[in-house]
């Protein structure tokens, strides 16, 4: 867990300050996301936590961190979700996170929805490197592979192919270019 969330501070810190120095990474624990991001790894390990009476104590904690959190900041990542590291949430509020899996380098703005659609047989799968701009959603059972980008205010509810950029309502995907993919590189990166 620990190793982890120095990933996801430091990353937010080369986002927002262009560098992971421990000047940076202490201003960026006492921003509302990473308190959220902070409660959902927190949530992650006290699943995990054995004999199961101390983890049930650690799960307590968590729901009540959860909710505190979810009040404060508007915020609401699920701890069944795996995400990998890198996890970031560059603003506050309107943020709901609900998936099957997320890969590395995952960051999220303000009135972000990645959810289910009711009735659908299981929550989204999104790859590695993924960005999803203020207001986009992401809905339904699907795929989304790795490197994509989608765009403010989006409505995702089909696959979406490695190396894309999404847009629009309902979305639509373009693939990017090789000479493209640079530039989109150095948006999900930092």
């Given amino acids: 867990m620990f190793s982890t969330v120095r990933q996801d501070i430091a990353r937010k810190a080369c986002l927002l300050y262009g560098d992971s120095k421990p000047g940076a990474m202490v201003r960026v624990v ?7 991001v902070l409660v959902y790894r927190f949530g992650r390990w006290a699943g995990a936590v054995q004999p199961k009476l101390l983890g049930l104590i650690f799960k307590a904690v968590y729901f009540l961190a959860f909710y505190f959190v979810q009040m404060l900041t508007g915020i609401s990542v699920q701890s069944y979700a795996r995400i990998g590291p890198g996890f970031v949430i560059m603003n506050y509020s309107g943020i ?3 998936a099957e ?16 659609i009711r009735g659908k047989p299981r929550l989204a799968i999104l790859g590695d490197n993924i960005t999803l701009e203020p207001g986009a959603k992401v809905l339904g059972d699907i795929n989304v592979g790795s490197n994509v980008i989608v765009r403010a205010n989006s409505l995702v509810i089909t696959n979406v192919p490695d190396n ?3 847009i629009g309502n309902p979305a639509r995907v373009t693939a ?3 000479e493209n ?4 590189e150095r948006h999900v990166y930092g």
């Fill in 30 to 36: 006492f921003q509302r996301g990473t308190w959220a």
């Fill in 101 to 116: 899996e997320i890969g590395r380098n995952f960051t999220v703005y303000e009135g972000v929805t990645v959810g289910n």
């Fill in 176 to 178: 990017l270019e090789k």
């Fill in 96 to 98: 709901f996170v609900v």
């Fill in 164 to 166: 894309s950029l999404v």
């Fill in 181 to 184: 993919q640079s530039n989109v």
